[in-house]
């Protein structure tokens, strides 16, 4: 397939796509009987709950068929490029897939519009936005607490003071998500998500302080040590240190837990 015929083949995909759409909303004839009163059609009412979903699904759809679409463009035009050409029929038989799949996503979404009742038009303009920064903003939230993750795997990723330092740029970052989105914190769809996300953020920025505590018992124990003998200075010290030491072992091993927890969470509502 050659790099003309290719651009030729994407256009008539999408031109398809766009006269599919126009002839999903056309009206379907029908026969009218002299004297007769056409039925109205009885079609069941969605609620904006179920709107929303469907909304959500069909828009996540069209986006992921649309990224892979591109994917399999660019993958075929680099394998013309060097004449490949197997792999680049390949690539285009992929690319074809996926340009059905956005062409069938749309037609649900004109489908979907048609459906609907007068008053929930506003939903297709609203859903929402907001609500689907949202969810990409708990998925980057998601995204730091796994790097965070494991990064604690290595003993030498964090010093205290760096830990305490990124750990108060992580809250206030938190902190000013939350004012933004504060009225879809408990969204029924995402509240199970928000809660695990935040509850592992709330332990990991703990665990910062506690590791503060730690090292600056550390500091006094080793300036005590030299001393020799022991004292009741060094002896609270040491207690400090191994209090502080099993705390955020602890903290860290529930923060992981939930971290995981959320991972399964995301996966199963996209």
Known sequence: MTHGSLLVTVAVVVTAIGLSASWGAAAEPTVTIPGATPPT??????????????????????????????????????ASAVGRASEAEAHGQLLWTN????????????????????????????????????RQGLQSHLSTLQQVGKQLADPGAF???????QMESFRRQRESFRSHYIRLLNDPETKGLATTLFQAGDLLIGSAQVWVRQAKAEAEIAELTPNGGSSPRLSRAQAVREAAVVERARQW??????????????????
């Open 159 to 165: 010093t205290a003071e760096t830990f305490a330092k």
């Open 253 to 270: 091993e529930l923060a992981q837990g939930l971290i995981l927890q959320a991972t399964t969470l995301t996966a199963a509502t996209r």
């Open 99 to 134: 340009m059905k799949c956005m062409e069938q996503a749309n037609q649900g979404l004109l489908r979907l519009r048609n459906q609907i009742t007068r008053d929930q038009l506003p939903l297709f303009s609203l859903e929402d936005g907001f609500r689907q920064e949202y």
């Open 41 to 78: 059609p009885q079609v069941e009412r969605l609620s904006d709950e179920q709107v929303r979903a469907e909304l959500r699904r069909l828009n996540t759809m069209k986006m992921d068929c649309g990224t892979q679409a591109r994917q399999a463009l660019a993958a075929q035009q680099s």
